[in-house]
């Protein structure tokens, strides 16, 4: 597949491929989800039960109809059917009071945090999935943000994802005469470890991985109708890439517009419906080929909100938050945990987590994608049984 | 110790203790001495220019209070910010102060302060640019009391009774000692025990509240007393350990990524025995034989302010419109008044990825052609004949960053440079043959040679 540029390429590039249909069943990936802004998780699974509930939220408590139930005390937005019908299957896990210990309540401290995997008074600049790269990939395509720019999570100290919005465009960009003559003409020993070498590599990564992925994606045409949205067709670059075969373990997409301080119901309940529209496509495409049991869609939002609502019909920013994990290979499916618990707040009236975010990530990365989650977050998280 | 600067060394001096050279400055630079060269820097830097902006519109809308309006504050704050940043672009384009500005962008990332007030923001960016080349106490003080900091590490919120460490810890972890070194969890409570009771008065002006001050005895780093903030900050630059970090850090930043010890211990006693004065550490480093060393030299990733103001210098660029540059900063990930976070930028490898480096690569062509040199698409892309015409009129004016230079007249001066002179003067690092041989292949310096040889991977390093 590589007949016009394979002379060309040193050595380190060498061996990429796609996998054929009897290598594709078992290969594992993970799609990650952003919500970005701070979604309010207690108007996302609504613990109906609960009369702090509603006496915190005496015109934002969702009810009736507002909500779908899923178990006796917990029901989910009805404008996230897709949960609904997935839960009913046994095809997601919900995970209540995901968090950190000393909460930061900015978008961006706490969206650092989140990618990062970093505690909350310590700083790093290498993310998660980025250092997961490191220490056990090979190429740059190994993990894709289907996004123009790239997030945090995806950078690590020696390798980096990358990020492209269509496989075509990234294709013509790296194509364009000056790019594609230094590409050709760059050799091994180029490829140093100082920082004229690391440009070199990356340069060259982007240019192998943009003919890699252009060639690969064109394997599969999808037949499922994704909606119109920009997030759904992220999505369906998404699905085209997993069932094309493309070696990639980790995708990246975000879908904004959280941060509901004014007027959240109609506001949340848009970006729901764009939500449960797109996820619903994508595991549609994946279940029509088999590859909905090899792939788990996490959602996540860098944190929840405040428990009683603001004077605006909104919410203010808040710690702890659920979490939702879809795919059609669960160990434990439903609800994993406990709600949320109204009456023991912190002293800003905000929940208390249980479960440590990077135990998320540690479970993810050992038991999902099999690989040494402590040299990743660099310590021991407890890790949960959903995979 | 050689007494006169090669060009390549006057270029290395330029592009870490300002933003690059002008081909022009070159000759007269040449023959005088390494000393007087040097001592050149520190003179133009002698005045400074601090930020300035008639901030008259958004004094009007903050006495306005319905919530349409508040709205609109928000707006209209962050859009000053904007223009702000945009203000201190052209300040580092164009001015000959270029040490002073150097060393404001590099306490702009140690006093990382990320604050939607364009007022206090400015405040603290002509703090740090009035004290760049004086003494580190003075602005270490006056930075902690600015108002722009004391909201950011909360120090509004640490009272008697409800104590929050979040500035203590900063300015003991990033400004200061540096992580884990020396203090302890119960260093940063006592600390902020005695920075309670700092607050700023409506007008800006900083008030030591004394009802919300912790009055008690405290005992930080092994000294005891009835500490207040003041002498926190004066026991913190007793620690030598406070000289080391720094001269760590500005080593980093304007030498080499990788620290020399020898060199830290040499520069942390110049430091720490001047009493932190960086006048005397910044030309003990450009004085230094080390720092002119082969391998100190083209081997640092340039991050994206010294990148886009680099090529502005060299070519007169100017920003129409402040949106334009702000787009550009973020998808560089470096957007100034906007840190990440209090630790600042990473810098680095951080500034490297697929995407931004392909836009790296790209922005001599569209900052200084708006987009004309764009290079040719068409050749062996089948795909992008099929594309109409209309399509990719529209996909250029968005990638143009609506820039004007004086890339015409600054080229043809370059003109009379031979390809080995123009690389000499534009390339820090050592080009690979294969890349000067085969992408570089043009016998005559012209424009398309300049755009090329801007666009190198290698112009990405200074």
């Not at chain 1, 075509?168 to 180029?190: G, V």
């Not at chain 2, 040449?30 to 040097?38: A, D, H, P, R």
């Not at chain 2, 409506?202 to 008690?216: A, I, L, P, T």
Request: proline fraction near 3%.
């Amino acid at each position: 597949m590589f007949a016009s540029g394979a002379m060309l390429v040193p050595s380190f590039l060498k061996g990429m491929e796609f996998l054929t249909p009897e290598q594709l069943s078992g290969f594992k990936n993970v799609v990650i989800i952003q919500l970005s802004g701070g979604n309010d998780g207690l108007n996302t699974l609504v613990p109906f039960r609960d009369d702090l509930y509603y006496k915190h939220r005496p015109s934002l408590g969702l009810k009736g109809d507002e909500i779908l139930k899923l178990s006796d005390t917990l029901g989910v937005n009805a404008n996230l059917k897709i949960i609904k019908e997935l839960y009913d299957k046994g095809e997601v896990s919900i995970i209540n009071n995901v968090g950190y210990p000393n909460p930061n309540r900015s978008h961006f401290r706490s969206m650092d945090i989140w990618h990062t995997g970093s505690g909350s008074n310590e700083y790093l600049s290498t993310g998660w999935v980025g250092r997961y790269l490191d220490s056990n990939c090979t190429h740059p395509y190994e993990s894709i943000e289907v996004d123009s720019s790239l997030s945090l999570a995806m950078k690590g100290s020696e390798r980096t994802g990358i990020a492209l919005s269509d496989a075509n465009k990234l294709y013509r960009d790296t194509r364009e005469n000056f790019f594609k003559q230094i590409a050709t003409n760059t050799k091994d020993s180029m490829l140093s470890e100082d920082n004229q070498g690391y440009l070199y590599k990356t340069l060259l990564g982007t240019y192998s991985s943009a003919e890699y992925i252009k060639e690969t994606a064109k394997i599969y045409t999808t037949k499922v109708q994704y909606p119109n949205s920009k997030f759904a067709k992220n999505l369906k670059v998404i699905g085209d890439f997993i069932n094309s075969g493309l070696k990639t373990r980790v995708y990246y997409s975000s879908l904004g517009g959280f941060d509901s301080h004014v007027n959240q119901k109609n506001m949340q309940g848009r970006n729901f419906k764009t939500y449960s529209e797109g996820v619903s496509a994508l595991v549609e495409d994946l279940k029509s080929t088999g590859r909905f049991k090899d792939t788990l869609i996490l959602t996540f939002s860098e944190f929840g909100r405040r428990v009683k609502q603001n004077a605006s019909k909104g919410t203010d920013h808040g710690t702890a938050n659920n979490v939702m994990v879809i795919s059609g290979g669960l160990k434990k499916a439903g609800i994993y945990n406990e709600n949320p618990n109204l009456s023991s707040l912190d002293k800003n009236g905000d929940l208390q987590h249980t479960v440590d975010f990077r135990g998320v990530y540690a479970t993810i990365l050992s038991n999902w994608l099999e690989v040494n989650d402590e040299i990743i977050l660099n310590k021991k998280f407890k890790k949960l049984g959903f995979v | 110790m050689k007494n006169q600067l090669t060009q390549k060394e006057i270029q290395h001096l330029y592009w870490r203790a300002g933003f690059g050279i002008k081909q022009s400055k070159i000759p007269s630079l040449i023959y005088q001495t390494k000393e007087n060269t040097v001592n050149e820097l520190f003179t133009d830097s002698y005045l400074q220019t601090p930020l300035s902006f008639d901030f008259k519109s958004l004094k009007q809308a903050s006495k306005k209070k319905t919530k349409v309006e508040k709205k609109a504050l928000r707006k209209l704050k962050i859009r000053t910010l904007f223009e702000l940043n945009k203000k201190w672009y052209e300040q580092m384009i164009s001015t000959d102060q270029v040490l002073r500005e150097k060393m404001t962008l590099f306490f702009h990332d140690h006093f990382a302060v990320n604050l939607r007030r364009p007022f206090e923001a400015m405040n603290l960016n002509n703090i740090l640019r009035n004290h760049a080349l004086g003494s580190f106490e003075l602005m270490l003080m006056e930075v902690s009391k600015s108002p722009a900091m004391l909201m950011f590490l909360n120090n509004r919120q640490n009272k008697k009774d409800s104590p929050n460490e979040n500035f203590a810890r900063e300015v003991m972890e990033l400004f200061t000692l540096g992580r884990d070194n020396i203090y302890t969890e119960k260093d940063i409570q006592e600390a902020a025990r005695a920075f309670t009771g700092w607050n700023f008065k409506s007008d800006g002006s900083f008030v030591f509240r004394k009802n919300q001050h912790d009055e008690g005895e405290k005992t930080f780093l092994g000294r005891t007393g009835n500490f207040k903030g003041d002498d926190i900050i004066r026991i913190l630059l007793e620690e030598k350990q406070t000289a080391v970090y720094l001269c760590e850090k500005i080593y980093k930043y304007f030498v080499n990524e990788t620290i020399n010890p020898q060199h830290i211990n040499e520069l942390a006693e110049v430091f720490y025995g001047s009493k932190y004065n960086l006048k005397t550490l910044m030309k003990a480093i450009f004085m230094s034989d080390w720092f002119y060393n082969e391998k100190n030299i083209g081997n640092k990733i340039k991050s994206p302010t010294e990148l886009i103001v680099g090529l502005g210098r060299q070519f007169g660029v100017k920003f129409q419109n402040h949106q334009k540059l702000i787009l550009l900063q973020k998808k560089l990930n470096q957007t100034l008044f906007l840190p990440p976070n209090v630790a600042g930028w990473p810098g680095g490898k951080y500034w490297i990825d697929s995407s931004t480096l392909m836009i790296r690569l790209r922005l001599p062509s569209l900052m200084l052609t708006a987009g004309e040199l764009e290079w040719d698409e068409k050749e062996d892309m089948p795909e992008n004949m099929v594309t109409n015409k209309k399509q990719r009129r529209r996909n250029k004016l968005k990638k143009q960053l609506q820039t004007t230079s004086k890339f015409n007249s600054i080229s043809r001066n370059l003109a009379e440079l031979t390809p080995e002179q123009l690389l000499e003067f534009l390339i820090q690092a050592r080009l690979p043959n294969e890349i000067k041989n085969n992408v570089l292949y043009n016998d005559k310096t012209n424009k398309e040679l300049i755009i090329k040889v801007l666009s190198l991977p290698e112009y990405q390093l200074c």
